[in-house]
Each structure stands twice: as structure tokens, then as C-alpha cells.
């Protein structure tokens, strides 16, 4: 029963490194998303997919790719990091159909220096 | 546009005490509103909902939150608050569509003996 899971857990990049987060369920959810966690910002959502194949911009998408190839994955690609990205980053997946639960993963703590 | 706010960042609490964590929110339509609690190094977690009926909802770990529309306000309560309840706490809004939620910037629980 692992629901959604995060890898990796932590990771440092240097400026300019690039890097791709995976995100998996096993709920056989439509919906997934990547957020970024910042102190005293909430989460803000990065990019969103309401199917296979399928990804759309959220509010806070530069800097960050996204693919969902598999409906059970979705990853976030980070091309060329830079230090404002520094921050927790947390995948989520819901049902269709009105409004749903999303379920979080552990998050990704990712620095870069 | 719809938007979350929580106005207390951080709350210290007696163990023992009663709890009330403020959320108001500004949508135009009926919100689908719900609490998120996230403890140190840990994703997201459904404490309770909020979608239709019955204003005052009940949730997990003895938690509940009262809908009050003429005030746009959905706070959170607990009528004795223990040790392990310190976590941070989000309020968030789904407006429907592709599921997109928006949450407030959270308030960090803390709990002394």
C-alpha cells in the first residue's frame, strides 16, 4: 500500500546541473501534480497532469519540464538548475470526478549551490 | 481568483488547551475546502473535508472545522490538543476543473507541556 512515492528523498545539485524528480502511484489516480514548499509561501504548483500523456503549466512553471509517459509516473526535470530552486518539492495524485483528496508524497529536499 | 489565507504563522498551545486555527478564503462560488496537516519531514495528510450539508465537519485525530459562509471562514478546532499534534497546518480550496487547489501559507503548531 505505498500510495505516492518520491525519489529521491534529498539531493544537491551545483548551479547549472540538471536533474529529474520521479513521482509514482499505485492508486490508478487521473490526476498528478508537482508543488515546490517554500517558508511562508505555501505550496505552489509547478505543473499538473489530467492524463497520460497529457501536462499543463501551473502557476510557478519556469525553469521546470515535465513528462508523464506512464499514467503511474509523473516526473519533474529541472534543465539547468539554479539556487532559487532550492526547496521541498512534493508530488500529489487525485481521482476524477469533483472534487478529490490529493495524496502527497514524502517530498523531494533538493538544494542547490 | 480564488485565494487562502491563514493569518497566524506560528501558534504555541499548552497541552491540554484548546486549539482554533483561523482560515479564510475568497472565491465566488461554494468552496471545497479542506485541512492538511504535515509533520516535520513528512508530506501532506487529509485531516478533514469539507463539500456540502453539514457545516461543522469532523475529521481525524479528534480534529473538527465549522464552514461559515457569511464570514468565508473554515477553522480548524480541537478541544484538547497533545504533544504529538505539533506539525504545520494548511487550509486549502479546490474550485473544481482539473482539481486545482490553492493553499494558504500554513501555521506552525507548536506544543509545550
Known amino acids: 500500500n505505498a500510495g505516492v512515492t518520491q525519489t529521491p528523498k534529498f539531493r544537491v545539485l551545483k548551479t547549472g546541473q540538471s536533474m529529474t524528480l520521479l513521482c509514482a502511484q499505485d492508486?490508478?489516480?487521473?490526476?498528478m501534480y508537482w508543488y515546490r514548499q517554500d517558508p511562508g509561501m505555501g505550496l505552489r504548483l509547478i505543473h499538473y497532469s489530467v492524463g497520460e500523456g497529457t501536462t499543463a503549466k501551473g502557476e510557478v512553471p519556469d525553469g521546470y519540464n515535465v513528462s508523464r509517459l506512464k499514467k503511474q509516473n509523473f516526473l519533474l526535470g529541472l534543465e539547468s538548475a539554479a539556487p532559487s530552486q532550492t526547496s521541498v518539492y512534493f508530488c500529489?495524485?487525485?481521482?476524477?470526478?469533483?472534487?478529490?483528496?490529493?495524496?502527497f508524497g514524502a517530498g523531494t529536499r533538493l538544494s542547490v549551490l | 481568483a480564488q485565494s487562502v489565507t491563514q493569518p497566524d504563522i506560528h501558534i504555541t498551545v499548552s497541552e491540554g488547551a484548546s486549539l482554533e486555527l483561523r482560515c479564510n478564503y475568497s472565491y465566488g462560488a461554494t468552496p471545497y475546502l479542506f485541512w492538511y496537516v504535515q509533520s516535520p519531514g513528512q508530506g501532506l495528510q487529509l485531516l478533514l473535508k469539507y463539500f456540502s450539508g453539514d457545516t461543522l465537519v469532523q475529521g481525524i485525530k479528534g480534529f473538527e472545522a465549522e464552514f461559515k459562509r457569511s464570514q468565508s471562514s473554515f477553522n480548524l478546532r480541537k478541544p484538547s490538543v497533545h504533544w504529538s499534534d505539533a506539525a504545520e497546518y494548511f487550509c486549502a480550496l479546490n474550485s473544481g476543473g482539473y482539481q486545482k487547489v490553492t493553499f494558504g501559507t500554513g501555521t506552525k503548531l507548536q506544543v509545550i507541556p
Open positions: 492508486m490508478n489516480h487521473e490526476y
Open positions: 500529489a495524485s487525485t481521482k476524477t470526478g469533483g472534487p478529490n483528496i490529493q495524496y
